[in-house]
């Protein structure tokens, strides 16, 4: 089982930035494109960020792309997860998660779960 645990979450002003942390359990992490998703109130989950094993490849949503940077240390079996420029809209809870196959853009391609960490911009 790998054991994800998200941090650097807060309140920030529209236009502000914060970086998200997501601590892996084991250095099999390594092994494992990771991704981000978020929450908003009334919304469904939905799809941010991707990074690759090896940081080969990077995939971003179209409501993040330019503004959200997502890097990993291997190393340190930590995720991240820069967010530039935010917005009101940024607001959710955001979750690490590990991707186990096929596309990292659909949420049921991933095994584990962090717990998430609140986001909130205001406007």
């Known amino acids: 089982q790998v054991v994800l645990v998200e941090s650097g979450g807060g309140l920030v002003q529209a236009g502000g930035s914060l970086r998200l942390s997501c601590a892996a359990s084991e250095r099999t992490f390594s092994s494992y494109t990771m991704g981000w998703f978020r929450r908003a109130p009334g919304k469904e989950r939905e799809f941010v960020a991707a990074?690759?094993?090896?940081?080969?490849?990077?995939y971003y949503a179209d409501s993040v792309k330019g503004r959200f940077i997502i890097s990993r240390d291997n190393f340190k079996t930590t995720l991240y997860l820069q967010m530039n420029s935010l917005k009101p809209e940024d607001t959710a809870v955001y979750h690490c998660a590990a991707h186990r196959g096929g596309t990292v853009y659909n949420q049921d391609n991933y095994y584990y779960w962090g717990q998430g960490t609140q986001v909130t911009v205001s406007s």
């Open positions: 990074i690759s094993w090896n940081e080969r490849s990077t």
